[in-house]
C-alpha cells in the first residue's frame, strides 16, 4: 500500500498550487484522507481530511476559507488545492490515509511528503 504525494514546488505569496496524493496497492474507498504538514522546527500540523463515508471535511483553523480537500473514488486520487498562499505555509506537506473517521486520531498510512515554499 502506498501514498504517492505531487504538486508541491515554489510559489510568490497570494499564489496557488494543488497537491495531489494517489493511492495504490489497496483500495482506499473507506479510507479518511488527508494532509498533515511539518516546518523545520515546528510540530506537524494537520491540514484538512476528507471522509470516505459521507465526504465530509475537515480543516485546520490556519488553512480554513484557503485551502479545499476533494477526492476522486476514480482513481484513488485525494487533492488539496491551496489559494491565498502565505509564507507561513512553507513546509512538507504529507498525505495520509486513516481507517478512522477523524484522520486526527490515527494514520494508518503515510505517503512521502512533497515541499511547499512560499516566498514573500
Known amino acids: 500500500v502506498q501514498l504517492q504525494a505531487s504538486g508541491g514546488g515554489l510559489v510568490q505569496a497570494g499564489g496557488s498550487l494543488r497537491l495531489s496524493c494517489s493511492a495504490s496497492?489497496?483500495?482506499?474507498?473507506?479510507?479518511?484522507m488527508g494532509w498533515f504538514r511539518q516546518a523545520p522546527g515546528k510540530e506537524r500540523e494537520f491540514v484538512a481530511s476528507?471522509?470516505?463515508?459521507?465526504?465530509?471535511?475537515y480543516y485546520g483553523d490556519s488553512v480554513k476559507g484557503r485551502f479545499t480537500i476533494s477526492r476522486e473514488y476514480a482513481n484513488n486520487t485525494v487533492y488539496l488545492h491551496m489559494n491565498r498562499l502565505k509564507p507561513e505555509d512553507t513546509a512538507v506537506y504529507s498525505c495520509?490515509?486513516?481507517?478512522?473517521?477523524?484522520?486526527?486520531?490515527?494514520?494508518?498510512?503515510w505517503g512521502q511528503g512533497t515541499q511547499v515554499t512560499v516566498s514573500s
Open positions: 476528507i471522509m470516505w463515508i459521507d465526504f465530509s471535511t
Open positions: 495520509a490515509a486513516s481507517r478512522s473517521t477523524d484522520l486526527r486520531s490515527y494514520v494508518n498510512y
Open positions: 496497492g489497496g483500495t482506499f474507498r473507506r479510507y479518511t
